[in-house]
């Protein structure tokens, strides 16, 4: 029996069976219709998958490591565009046999440096790209690092994750972290270990252990289920440091061998839709938000991927008006990215509305937690916290912390957060312990909790006479909580202060431990 089979249904789907009896929906060309259903026998290839999407087929290869996608690059069409960058104010393409070969030549550069560890502080640029390629290949541990966190910061992550070489464009910023290097790691494990930190805006930031192939796993799940063809072009403006960034931004395209426009920097988020002239753009919703507003579109723009965030119904309405087609996809760095993904085109399409991808399980706790297992995607760890990795991941099982719901369909919906992480709308991840405890210090005596409102965070507060109190009596008392948050919120980057300060007559739901159940408020 072959590998895989697509069965041609009259009611509009396919479905590919695998002989590990998983299945996924798949669409099928419109004039397919066939009464009952004809198997369609695929050849005996494990690493190849056939996919309908937007009435079209796609043939895709599963690759297993950064290695496996840059020898079909040199093997298969090498002449054909794998990136597109800006040289002398113009865009320039880069071959897929030249992107291979940059990779080559950097990765025998960093073998020959002895070295273990680089951490490659991400930019965006085309030589940060192939860095994390060459440190792949050449088998190092890759830490991927943030241009825009301070200096601080970065020192911390250095020395947590035993940094010992420092890939740098900007040489001020290089030369003020070379004596927080470290000796490099004791081992490494030759997996091609790549190190992405999380919730990396607090001191409570953890890195998070994947490899290429795992990258490279959840590039092909998310890509069976919304492919793209080698005429489209990826824009990526989001940040490599990310594993939104990388795997949404650079590895969708490349798994699909479609080129990949690398956005210039916030500084050009207004003119690079319409230098590249992109098909198809991964963005966070506050990015689609700035770009929708200043009505940014280039024509040729279909199709946006939107993660990493929380995105409003007002923001989708706002695509639809400009015709732009909007698929919403969940996943988290511990997963390698994307678990699920909303597929435009489907019948009774809803964009919250999300299929699992089929390298995912995923099943709900009694609270509606969302629990993860994947045997390709998932993480190793978190680095140096084997006991922060135990509270996480019990029996292969991931617990994310969010809270969902399967519909009608049996798609899943996102409906709150569990854990004590707000994801702002431009992925910006706040602690909220962390946070909370600044917040009470200025408050003492105060019952209060912060929640996500809108992409910002919001203060609520108890307040029992709230319910009668009149509307000047209420801007008193907000304008008194803001007065006494002052300096905590100056200490704070602007996108982390608060949005707004809101009251509730209701006391704070609360567990037995005396946490606040923050998914059972409804501001």
Not at 77 to 90: L, N, T
Not at 201 to 221: E, I, P, Q, W
Not at 311 to 329: D, I, R, T, Y
Not at 420 to 447: H, M, N
Request: proline letters at 6%.
């Amino acid at each position: 029996m072959p590998d895989f089979i697509i069965y041609r249904h009259y009611f509009g789907f396919c479905r590919c069976e695998n002989k590990n009896k998983k299945f996924r929906k798949v669409r099928k060309k419109p004039h397919a219709k066939r009464k009952g259903r004809r198997p369609v026998s695929v050849p005996r290839e494990r690493r190849l998958w056939y996919t309908y999407s937007m009435n079209k087929i796609y043939t895709l290869t599963k690759f297993n490591s950064f290695e496996a996608l840059l020898s079909d690059f040199e093997k298969n069409a090498p002449e054909r565009p794998a990136v597109v960058f800006e040289s002398g104010g113009k865009p320039c393409f880069l071959s897929r046999s030249g992107f291979a070969s940059m990779a080559r030549e950097k990765a025998r550069e960093l073998s020959a440096s002895g070295k273990k560890c680089p951490g490659i502080v991400c930019d965006g640029s085309l030589p940060c790209l192939v860095a994390i390629f060459a440190s792949a290949l050449a088998g190092l541990q890759t830490v991927l690092l943030d241009e825009n966190a301070s200096e601080e910061l970065l020192r911390g992550q250095i020395m947590q994750t035993d940094i010992d070489m420092l890939l740098c464009s900007d040489e001020d910023l290089l030369g003020e972290l070379e004596s927080a290097l470290t000796r490099g790691p004791g081992t490494v494990s030759g997996e091609r270990d790549i190190l992405f930190f999380t919730s990396g805006t607090t001191s409570s930031s953890k890195a998070v252990v994947l490899t290429d192939k795992s990258l490279m796993a959840a590039a092909f799940s998310g890509s069976s289920m919304l492919p793209l063809s080698e005429e489209d072009i990826l824009m990526c403006m989001l940040p490599l440091n990310h594993v939104f960034g990388l795997v949404c931004g650079v590895l969708w395209g490349m798994q699909c061998g479609a080129p990949v426009a690398l956005g210039r920097g916030p500084r050009y988020y207004a003119q690079d839709l319409s230098f590249y002239r992109p098909t198809v753009l991964s963005a966070v919703p506050l990015l689609l938000s700035f770009l929708l507003q200043h009505r940014l579109k280039n024509s040729e723009l279909r199709l946006v991927l939107v993660g990493a965030g929380a995105c409003p119904p007002s923001l989708l309405e706002a695509a639809a008006q400009q015709k732009l087609a909007v698929s919403f996809g969940y996943g988290l760095t511990e997963t390698s990215s994307g678990v699920a993904i909303s597929v435009p085109g489907t019948p009774d399409f809803d964009p919250f509305a999300m299929e699992i991808c089929p390298e995912d399980t995923v099943s709900l706790a009694e609270d509606g937690e969302i629990l993860v297992r994947s045997e390709s995607c998932m993480m190793k760890g978190y680095y140096g916290h084997p006991e922060d990795t135990e509270k996480v991941m019990k029996e292969g099982v991931l617990y994310t912390g969010d809270l969902g719901r399967w519909d009608e369909k049996g798609r899943l919906r996102i409906i709150g957060r569990k854990k004590e992480i707000l994801v702002l709308r431009d992925g910006t991840k706040i602690f909220l312990p962390e946070y909370e405890a600044r917040i009470g210090a200025a408050l003492p005596g105060e019952d209060f909790t912060v929640l996500e409102k809108d992409g910002r965070p919001v203060l609520v507060l108890h307040d029992k006479e709230a319910a009668q109190a009149s509307e000047s009596h209420m801007a008193k008392a907000r304008s008194l909580i803001q007065l006494r948050l002052k300096e905590v919120m100056a200490a704070l980057p602007r996108g982390q202060q608060l949005g707004g300060i809101l009251f509730t007559a209701l006391p704070l739901p609360r567990t037995a431990t005396g946490k606040v159940r923050r998914w059972e408020i409804n501001i």
